[in-house]
């Protein structure tokens, strides 16, 4: 069944489920449908009553479309218009396979900009620190230079062909907290400036509770600002 049949069978006045994500964190919000135009592939939502909408202008995050018949299936759309009043006007463009906001074992957090998060790395007499753009439970994103990111691979690597680089770091939170853990490199991604490295976590207890408060604190602050629309 194609995209265009999956269409054909969404019918005005049901709800379906909208998905995205603001600052790391799910936003599952179910909606009526307006109107459906087949041919033209656009969705059009009734969004009077969302107390969330104005999280669709805020994330650029993408946004889907779960519908549960004739099967389940993620439809992945781009907003239309970002000025919209009371109807969300969706673009459909292709099948996805489920978000990966929804796949997550763990809910990650983006640290506001006004209470930055670093993680400090100390390997060989050095300290290498670098800025968070994400943290869960289990995994951080750290923002670091080119040089310092350099650096921190070559420290940490045990021989010429080793692609597991784990390292000892703290994570020093706003309130003065510092999370001991180590970090496991998953993942790097470069551009002209900056580096962004992704490591899996492992913290011991009780120094992991106090990294779960940390992102419960975030995602408590950031529902209080949807809530009152910013």
């Given at each position: ?103 997550r ?28 753009v ?8 750290v ?7 350099e ?19 703290s ?60």
């Open positions: 069944m194609g995209m265009l049949e999956l269409l054909e069978r969404i019918k005005a006045g049901e709800m379906l489920e909208v998905i995205t994500e603001w600052c790391g964190i799910p936003v599952k919000i179910k909606l009526t449908v307006r109107w459906v135009t087949v041919k033209d592939k656009v969705i059009c939502l009734d969004i009077r009553d969302c107390k969330f909408r104005h999280i669709f202008r805020l994330s650029s995050e993408p946004l889907y479309i779960k519908v549960e018949k004739p099967r389940q299936a993620y439809i992945q759309c781009e907003l239309y218009d970002r000025e919209y009043r009371d109807e969300l006007i969706l673009l459909v463009e292709h099948e996805a396979l489920p978000p990966p906001v929804i796949v074992d763990y809910v990650r957090v983006v640290p506001s900009e006004s209470k930055p998060v670093y993680v400090s790395f100390s390997i060989g007499g050095e300290e290498i620190t670098g800025k968070v994400d943290i869960s439970e289990k995994g951080v994103g923002l670091l230079s080119k040089e310092s990111a650096k921190l691979i070559q420290l940490g690597m045990h021989g010429e062909n080793c692609p597991n680089i784990t390292l000892t770091l994570i020093n939170l706003p309130d003065g907290n510092k999370v001991p853990a180590t970090g496991e490199l998953r993942n790097i991604f470069t551009d002209q400036e900056q580096v962004r490295m992704g490591f899996r976590l492992d913290i011991a207890r009780p120094n992991d509770e106090i990294l779960k408060r940390y992102i419960t604190d975030i995602q408590r602050e950031l529902l209080s600002t949807l809530l009152t629309g910013l």
